[in-house]
């Protein structure tokens, strides 16, 4: 079974068009052939009763005194025919049948009520109607038998005109009430289609809700997930907050643990504050899980957000004589959160700016199905062994040139989680530039998933 509405719709009024016509062909073709078959019988009745009139008994011999007008009967061959057979004797016949005679009792049936088939003058058949009378009140009455004929091919042609006719005419019928169907149903659908783009506009962030506008039939409709969404709403309010305040309430037990940490050996002490920065990165993890779900989508461009993160790292790499280079086309936006973004490409920047000896290049571009951006620096780099164990939470690599790397190693773990959310992807491999390469890939059209349960 199709999933399109429109053709369903389709399919479903060519088939109800389909019957209505054949039933209106089949009908129609009835009705006229039922007339005009009556037609033609009324006119040989009046043939028939026309001779009677006229016959009269003449010393026990039917005598006709004038038959009837019309000049066909005197034409060879003239298209109707008339002929008087009594019992016994001789029968009278018009001129039109010629040396043909019309032999009532070899007549066989023909499809038209009413009429039998005879041979005509012209080997033709003939739809003859006949019909038994007497003759004589006060003698001996004179039984005969009196027949008018017409030939088949002309009721055939008939007939077979306007079947031809009507055919057509349902036919061009046929394709008016299909075209009417189908306007009727692309017209039903622009609720729908417009209730679609309303959907976009509420994950987007340009709307709260689906409104009232429509029609009443969908009102219902429109209504209830309204209401669904009010009551998503409040209930991932309700659980930001609950997980804004357990993270919140861990951060003053975790500065108590901190400053008691201060107070024991050295190497316990700093076992311990690792824990404790551990404790609060997690802490800070879980609030931004409850956040990304509940934000809504945005168009967010990718120049505008990244040319603001390189500015705020600019003035603290120049300490190190590191130099940027920013290729991103001003064109380029992704239905990503601003938010989200911003820390996953923070992140990536922020650990290019820690590890790059003296050139970071920041640069994004779109292919047919996906944008891609790329994050490089000409530091040490990750070795390919360590690179899928690098994106867990909490992974730490060895320092390559003896700097004390900050952070408990959930940054790219971070950045990962939130491309995922996004059905994006991160991978890690080797720039030209000697260092890693970070390359986040976004389909066009982002489909946003649920976050990872943060551990």
């Given at each position: ?204 962030g340009r709307a709260r809700d689906f409104g ?203 950045s990962a989680d939130i491309a995922d959310a ?34």
């Open positions: 079974m199709t999933r399109s509405l429109r053709l369903r719709l389709a399919v479903g009024a060519v088939i109800a068009i389909g019957l209505v016509v054949l039933v209106v062909w089949l009908s129609l073709g009835r009705f006229f052939t039922d007339y005009v078959v009556a037609r033609y019988r009324g006119e040989m009745a009046t043939i028939i009763d026309t001779l009677a009139a006229e016959l009269a008994v003449r010393d026990g011999e039917l005598a006709l005194g004038r038959g009837p007008a019309d000049p066909r009967f005197d034409l060879p061959t003239g298209g109707r025919y008339w002929q008087i057979s009594p019992l016994k004797g001789k029968a009278m016949r018009s001129r039109s049948l010629w040396d043909t005679t019309i032999d009532v009792s070899t007549s066989t049936d023909s499809p038209y009520e009413g009429f039998s088939i005879s041979e005509g003058p012209d080997g033709q058949p003939l739809l003859v109607q006949s019909q038994v009378l007497s003759l004589g009140a006060n003698a001996p009455s004179v039984r005969f038998v009196a027949s008018a004929a017409f030939p088949q091919k002309e009721l055939d042609a008939a007939l077979g005109d306007f079947q031809g006719r009507l055919r057509l005419m349902l036919v061009a019928t046929a394709g008016v009430l299909a075209a009417g169907a189908f306007f009727q149903g692309a017209l039903g659908l622009v609720p729908l289609r417009r209730l679609s783009e309303r959907a976009a506009a509420v994950r987007a009232t506008a429509g029609p009443s039939e969908m009102q219902p409709l429109v209504s209830e997930i309204n209401l669904l969404l009010e009551e998503r709403e409040v209930a991932v309010e309700r659980a930001r907050a609950r997980a804004s305040d357990l993270a919140h309430g861990l951060k003053t037990p975790l500065t108590v643990l901190a400053q008691l940490a201060e107070h024991l050996p050295p190497e316990e002490r700093k076992l311990a504050l690792r824990q404790v920065e551990l404790a609060r990165q997690r802490a800070d993890r879980q609030l931004q899980a409850a956040r990304m779900g509940v934000e809504r989508m945005a168009t967010t461009s990718i120049m505008g957000l990244g040319g603001k993160l390189v500015s705020v790292l600019r003035p603290v790499t120049a300490e190190r004589d590191i130099a940027w280079r920013v290729s991103i086309d001003s064109s380029l936006s992704l239905d990503v959160d601003p938010a989200d973004l911003a820390e996953c490409l923070g992140n990536l920047l922020d650990n290019a700016a820690k590890w790059a000896r003296s050139f970071i290049r920041f640069s994004a571009h779109r292919s047919k199905d996906e944008i891609a951006i790329l994050i490089e620096d000409d530091g040490p780099g990750i070795a390919e062994q360590d690179r899928e164990s690098i994106l867990q939470r909490g992974a730490r690599l060895d320092n390559a040139d003896d700097r004390e790397p900050d952070g408990t190693g959930l940054g790219l773990a971070i996004y059905g994006a992807s991160l991978t890690l491999g080797q720039s030209d530039l000697g260092g890693l390469k970070a390359m986040l890939t976004f389909p066009v059209k982002v489909a946003r998933r649920p976050l990872r349960d943060p551990v």
